[in-house]
C-alpha cells in the first residue's frame, strides 16, 4: 500500500488526464459521443479495479469519489460543457446522473466489500466492460429493438451484456477463488441474467449505481450456497420470467415491465420468503388473467372503442407501473426485514389488495350509472379483500382478531376505492404517465397504512 494522499493525487491526475486525452481524440477524429462517453467508462473503470490494492482504508476512495462527482457536476453545467465536458455530454441524451452514479457506486462497492477483492472487483468488472460493449454493440449492429425505459434498446446489446458479465464473472472467479467449477458457471449465469435485466429497466444512467451494487449483493449472496440451492434460485428467476411472459398480452405489459416484475418478484421471494410472494403473485395474475374484462367498459361500447379512446392502449405498462404497484408493498417489506416485525405482513398485503381494488374500480364508465357503479365497487372491494387478506394472511389467526382484521381490512378497501373513484378523470382523458402511477402508488400506500391499527390496539402474534 502506499501513501493514501499520493495514490488519490496518482488517480485524479489519471482521471483528468484521461478526459484530456479524449477530448483531443475526439476533436482529431471525429468520435462518435458514444464512443468517446463509454472509452471514458472503460478506462476509468479499469483504473478503479486497482483500488484494493492502493487503499486498505475507505475513506481516500469515498473522498476521490465524493471530488469526482463534484467535478462532473460542475462539468455539466459550466462553459467547460461546450468544450472537455462533449468526452461525455455528446450523446444526444442526459448522462449526467449516470457519470455521477459511477463513482458513486464504485466507493459504495469498495466500502461494503470490506477489503474483499473479489467481491469488489467483479461487480466493477460487469459495469466496466459489460455495460461499454453492450452500448456499443447496440450502436454499431443493433437491429431487433424493444422498448426500454427510456428509448429503446437492441437484443444484440442486451446478449452482448449477458455473454461478457457471464464470462467477466465466470473467469473471475475460476483463477482467483477456490468456488467448485459448477458453482461458478451457476453463479455466473444468474448473475449475468440477472444484472442484464437490472440494466435493461434502468432509467437516466443509474444503472452506473444499480449495476454493481446489484452485483455485489447477488455475488455475497451466492458464494455461500450450495449447487442445490443455486439451482432453485436459477429455477425460481426463470419460472417468473415465464409466467410474466405468458400474462403479457392480456396484461399489456412492455419488455421493462415484464423484466421489472420477475426481478421485484426474485427480490422478494430471496428476501422474505413464499409466503410474502402471494400477494404480489395474486395482484399479478388478477391483473393478467382475471381482470382482462376491465376493457368491456359497458354493455354500449365494444373494445374497439375502449382502445380507439386511449383508454386501455396496448404495451401502456411500463417499469412505472410495475414500481407504483409493488414499491408499496417493498416499503413494508423493508421494514419488516430492518426492524424484525413479521406482523407487518398484513399492512403489505393490504396494499396489493388496495392496488387491486384500484384496477377494478378502473374499469367503471365516465357515463355508467349509479347502480352500475355500486356493483362495480361492490365487486373489486370483495374480489381484493378475499382474495389477499383472508387468503394469505386472516387464516392464520384465532377467531376473534381474525374478524377484526378482516373488518379493518374492508374498511380500508372500501375507502381507497371511494377515493380512487372521486379523484379519476374521466376515462378517455385518464393519462397512462408517471402522475397516474404516482398517485395510484401512493393510494395503495395509504391503504395499507390501515394495516398498522392492530398492530397498535391489537395483542396479535404472528
Known amino acids: 500500500m ?19 486525452g479524449l477530448r483531443v481524440l ?9 464512443v468517446s462517453r463509454k472509452l471514458m467508462h472503460v478506462i476509468m473503470g479499469l483504473v478503479t479495479l486497482n483500488l484494493p490494492w492502493l487503499f486498505n482504508e475507505s475513506w481516500p476512495v469515498v473522498s476521490l469519489a465524493l471530488a469526482t462527482a463534484i467535478g462532473l457536476f460542475i462539468l455539466k453545467r459550466s ?3 461546450n468544450s472537455l465536458g462533449q468526452v461525455l455530454h455528446n450523446v444526444g441524451r442526459s448522462s449526467s446522473q449516470g457519470e455521477i452514479a459511477f463513482p458513486i457506486a464504485v466507493a459504495t462497492v469498495f466500502v461494503l466489500a470490506k477489503g474483499n477483492a473479489i467481491l469488489y472487483c467483479i461487480p466493477v468488472l460487469i459495469l466496466t466492460i459489460a455495460d461499454a460493449t453492450a452500448a456499443l454493440i447496440g450502436l454499431r449492429y443493433g437491429l431487433s429493438r424493444y422498448q426500454a425505459a427510456e428509448g429503446q434498446k437492441s437484443i444484440e446489446g442486451s446478449l452482448a451484456f449477458f455473454a461478457i458479465s457471464f464470462n467477466s464473472v465466470l473467469l473471475s472467479l475460476l483463477l482467483f477463488t477456490q468456488v467448485g467449477r459448477q458453482e461458478c458457471i451457476l453463479i455466473a449465469f444468474l448473475l449475468g441474467l440477472l444484472v442484464m435485466m437490472l440494466e435493461a429497466i434502468a432509467w437516466q444512467g443509474l444503472d452506473n449505481f444499480f449495476i454493481p451494487l446489484a452485483g455485489f449483493l447477488l455475488l455475497k449472496s451466492y458464494l455461500v450456497m450450495t449447487i442445490a440451492e443455486l439451482l432453485l434460485n436459477l429455477g ?4 417468473l420470467v415465464l409466467l410474466v411472459l405468458l400474462g403479457r398480452q392480456a396484461g399489456g405489459f412492455d419488455g421493462t415491465a415484464v423484466m421489472t416484475s420477475a426481478l421485484i418478484g426474485y427480490l422478494i421471494w430471496s428476501t422474505g420468503g413464499w409466503l410474502w410472494m402471494i400477494a404480489p403473485l395474486t395482484l399479478f395474475a388478477s391483473y393478467s388473467f382475471v381482470l382482462p374484462k376491465r376493457f368491456v367498459i359497458s354493455s354500449n361500447e365494444s373494445i374497439e372503442h375502449a382502445f380507439h379512446l386511449k383508454a386501455f392502449p396496448v404495451d401502456t405498462y411500463t417499469v412505472y407501473t410495475v414500481l407504483s404497484a409493488t414499491l408499496p408493498g417493498l416499503i413494508w417489506l423493508f421494514l ?3 426492524l424484525g416485525l413479521p406482523k407487518l405482513l398484513f399492512p403489505y398485503c393490504l396494499s396489493f389488495a388496495s392496488y387491486l381494488v384500484i384496477i377494478g374500480m378502473g374499469r367503471i364508465n365516465a ?3 349509479w347502480p352500475e357503479t355500486l356493483r ?4 373489486s372491494v370483495i374480489y381484493a379483500w378475499a382474495l389477499i387478506p383472508l387468503a394469505f394472511y386472516v387464516w392464520q389467526l384465532p377467531g376473534l ?9 374492508l374498511i380500508a378497501l372500501s375507502i381507497i376505492a371511494w377515493i380512487f373513484y372521486y379523484l379519476q378523470p374521466r376515462i378517455e382523458e385518464r393519462p397512462f404517465d408517471m402522475q397516474r402511477w404516482r398517485w395510484q402508488g401512493g393510494l395503495a400506500l395509504l391503504g395499507s397504512s390501515f394495516g398498522l391499527i392492530p398492530l397498535f390496539f391489537l395483542a396479535s402474534q404472528v
Do not use: C, R
Not at 26 to 34: C, P, S, V
Not at 376 to 379: A, L, R
Open 2 to 20: 502506499i501513501n493514501p494522499f499520493l495514490g488519490m493525487l496518482i488517480i485524479a491526475l489519471m482521471l483528468g488526464g484521461l478526459m484530456f
Open 26 to 34: 475526439q476533436t482529431q477524429f471525429d468520435l462518435h459521443g458514444e
Open 79 to 81: 462553459k467547460l460543457k
Open 236 to 239: 425460481i428467476v426463470l419460472g
Open 336 to 338: 419488516s426485514l430492518s
Open 367 to 369: 357515463e355508467g350509472n
Open 376 to 379: 362495480t365497487f361492490w365487486e
Open 401 to 409: 382478531k381474525a374478524a377484526l382484521y378482516l373488518l379493518i381490512a
